[in-house]
């Protein structure tokens, strides 16, 4: 992958010794080129030059059949013999260095084996074809998800179509991305010898891409290098001054941590629990982080105690003790064993104080917690190796059917997140989005985005289901997380049983109910907009009012929703010029047909018996009303109550009037005003109100709060006109609410 060489002026960051794995030491590039200028040795015969690799594949499988590692480094050292990286070592040597980073993780034969040949159809006359005849499909594909378009085809596009192209084939073998994560650390730390404008650009799309993928795929080992040595390259100075801190730390003679570590082995030790209590220091960045958010760094602030237990019991055994022998941190416990991260880290996060004030963070996890920590989806080895059947017999075939037809079919994410840890929610969201991206452009642009959002939450449906979304994800977020497009005609939600609107920022954890309409014609308001916080709401809403030209109500109404009552007898959402309309709320349904269309029974024109009626959304006349009618465009007859402001204005312009009175049906429309005091959940409360009496919410509007008061109108859909002194009685009885009425009806204007 175009990789760089060490510019011996340009040292890269020091990070500091850390006991989270067993170090091993780096590849000697000099004596990797040596053994690569001589060739591979005889067949059946591992090649020197890859010593380093069986050895860190052997210590995680010690089983291993090594024959495609041989055959693959004699294709690799075969075909990138002659090419050499700007440092003058020879090329093999980056792909040596490449496999000993995925083989130190932990990474199973099939990925080192696609590793080590993971620049051949780039670089090289190797095809892919000849990839798959000598090493399987699976090799192929792996090899095929990290190869590079090139940029005489794609020209400006190219970079983002690659990633495209590489984040597709992960949703199909997560492989692929440990392959280019750890290709871009090698990268990484042989940058030196570029121009430092390229550095820059390199630096930057791993910050915004590379890392955030590696955080979300739980591999910290490469996450937090990757971080350092973005930090030395973007902010050089900072890093300076980072390095020199951690230095200064180190020359000290007294280690709080260190005093720390051992009175934890005491306490662990006399109540019987076997336990590895290890330092683990911050990497650069992390110290960097910490110093801008408390200021003067103490000796414990460099880094944290991890405790390693056998047993998730342990870790609860380790957590007791410490709380009971040691002085807690009540406010900085968080258990991720109970609840794991989206990203598959599992641990206990407490701290310990002691009479100075010195505060040690604690970790507390399982030898195999820690190594899912570190390598993430590398330590989950080969998930596709083994039929379901020699994992659990029927019930393994069946919860890979369930994973399989999830992912197929576009099931609900969150179902075969916890089916299948290979295909997590996030990236089950992305490959959805990616596709309505319409140009490379949007795409690129759109995954920075996506990817900055580095927190995710947990929601949970009625059904037991789970939904995950990024931190700050709305109920609009939620509706097309579950429904796809079909969200255009979500109505609102019940956020923990509460009528909620659509704009209601989610918590962690939270039941969220949506509500849908039945109106396929509905679709969502350009207010959506400011509320979606993910890429696939955004795009799919984008899509739909570019399809929906001068559709959009603009007040997060439905599109064929009503529109406001004018002096051209055009009916609609009235209460008021000026009236400001907010997002419908839970309980909203999109009126059908046309706006204020009633059953042919409700109200007729005398002499006219098949002419359409409406009935005007400004004063929503029911049964009994002394009602008028003016014929509008289309032959439409609008019906307003006598009373109403808008009859005058329309008589003054020359409408014609239209005698119309009330069929057989009980059935009514009406506008309601509720004058309250402003408090939390008034409009939650009001429209549970209102649902519990039976009444459809046609539409609702919300002004400013004014002097501590508030003014809801809603229009609603009652079974029978009788009903409607019981409906404004109870939402009287809601508490705030002072006075509720039909919608008032001004003289009009002269």
């Not at 509460?498 to 109106?519: C, E, F, I, K």
């Not at 009175?661 to 549970?688: I, K, M, N, Y």
Request: charged share 25%.
């Amino acid at each position: 992958m175009s990789a760089e060489a060490t510019n011996p002026a340009t040292p890269g960051p020091v990070a500091p010794a850390a006991p989270r794995r067993r170090s091993r030491p780096r590849i000697d590039l000099r004596r990797l080129g040596r053994a690569a200028l001589l060739g591979p040795t005889s067949r059946g015969r591992l090649p020197d030059a890859i010593s380093h690799v069986v050895e860190a594949h052997r210590a995680h499988h010690p089983d291993a059949d090594l024959e495609p590692l041989r055959r693959a480094y004699v294709l690799a050292e075969s075909s990138h013999r002659g090419q050499m990286r700007k440092s003058g070592e020879p090329y093999i040597t980056h792909p040596l260095a490449v496999t000993l980073i995925l083989a130190e993780l932990g990474a199973e034969t099939t990925t080192l084996t696609a590793s080590l040949l993971h620049d051949t159809v780039e670089d090289t006359d190797v095809t892919l074809d000849q990839v798959g005849e000598q090493f399987g499909e699976e090799v192929r594909f792996l090899v095929d998800g990290v190869t590079k378009l090139e940029k005489v085809d794609y020209g400006a596009a190219a970079e983002p179509e690659t990633f495209r192209k590489m984040l597709v084939a992960t949703g199909n073998d997560v492989r692929v991305m440990s392959i280019k994560l750890a290709d871009r650390l090698h990268n990484m730390r042989t940058l030196g010898v570029m121009r430092p404008e390229k550095q820059a650009r390199i630096a930057k799309v791993t910050h915004e891409v590379l890392i955030p993928l590696a955080e979300r795929l739980g591999v910290q080992a490469l996450k937090t290098e990757l971080e350092d040595l973005v930090f030395a390259i973007l902010h050089p100075e900072e890093y300076a001054h980072t390095r020199e801190l951690i230095a200064d730390n180190a020359s000290r003679p007294d280690d709080p941590l260190t005093e720390f570590a051992e009175a934890m082995r005491t306490v662990l030790r006399d109540a019987g629990i076997q336990a590895e209590v290890l330092i683990r220091p911050r990497h650069f960045l992390s110290v960097h982080r910490v110093s801008r958010k408390r200021g003067r760094m103490r000796g414990c602030d460099f880094g944290r105690l991890l405790v390693l237990v056998n047993e998730d019991a342990d870790c609860y055994a380790v957590l007791g003790e410490l709380h009971t022998c040691m002085t807690p941190v009540v406010s900085e416990f968080k258990d991720f064993i109970a609840v794991p991260k989206f990203n598959l880290y599992q641990s206990l996060h407490t701290a310990v104080a002691r009479a100075d004030g010195q505060v040690a963070e604690v970790l507390i996890r399982t030898h195999q917690m820690h190594k899912v920590a570190e390598a993430g989806v590398v330590a989950l080895g080969n998930p596709y190796a083994q039929p379901a059947e020699d994992q659990g017999g029927e019930a393994g075939r069946a919860e890979r059917g369930a994973a399989e037809g999830s992912r197929a079919e576009g099931g609900p994410v969150g179902d075969g997140e916890r089916v299948d840890p290979t295909r997590p929610g996030w990236l089950s969201r992305l490959l959805d989005w990616q596709e309505g991206a319409p140009d490379p452009d949007t795409f690129w642009s759109t995954l920075r985005e996506d990817l900055a959002q580095d927190r995710e939450i947990t929601v949970f449906r009625p059904d037991g289901g789970t939904l995950g979304l990024p931190e700050g994800a709305t109920c609009v977020d939620a509706a097309y997380a579950q429904y796809g497009d079909d969200a255009h005609a979500c109505m609102g939600a019940r956020v923990n049983g509460r009528l909620a609107t659509l704009s209601t920022v989610l918590r962690d954890g939270d039941t969220v109910q949506l509500l849908m309409g039945q109106d396929p014609a509905s679709g969502p308001s350009s207010q959506w907009l400011e509320h979606a916080q993910t890429p696939a709401a955004r795009i799919a809403i984008q899509r739909w009012l570019a399809a929906h030209p001068g559709a959009d109500t603009g007040s997060g109404e439905p599109a064929d929703g009503p529109a406001p009552c004018g002096a051209d007898g055009t009916d609609g959402e009235g209460g008021g010029a000026g009236r400001p309309a907010t997002e419908r709320p839970a309980g909203v349904r999109a009126a059908s047909g046309e706006p204020g269309a009633r059953p042919d029974t409700a109200i007729t024109v005398v002499g006219r018996p098949d002419a359409g009626v409406r009935l005007a959304g400004c004063c929503t006349p029911v049964p009994s009303d002394e009602v008028t009618g003016f014929a509008v465009r289309g032959g439409v007859v609008t019906v307003h109550r006598a009373e109403c402001a808008a009859v005058a204005r329309l008589a003054k312009a020359g409408r014609t009037e239209v005698d119309v009175r009330w069929g057989d049906t009980t059935e009514c429309r009406v506008t309601l005003v509720a004058e309250s005091f402003g408090r939390p959940h008034l409009l939650a409360d009001l429209t549970e109100a209102i649902a519990v009496e039976g009444a459809e919410i046609v539409s609702a509007t919300v002004e400013p709060p004014s002097q501590q008061r508030v003014r809801h109108t809603y229009t609603l859909q009652l079974p029978d006109a009788a009903h409607l002194p019981t409906l404004m009685r109870a939402m009287r009885n809601v508490a705030g609410v002072y006075d509720v009425s039909r919608t008032p009806h001004h003289a009009p204007a002269p």
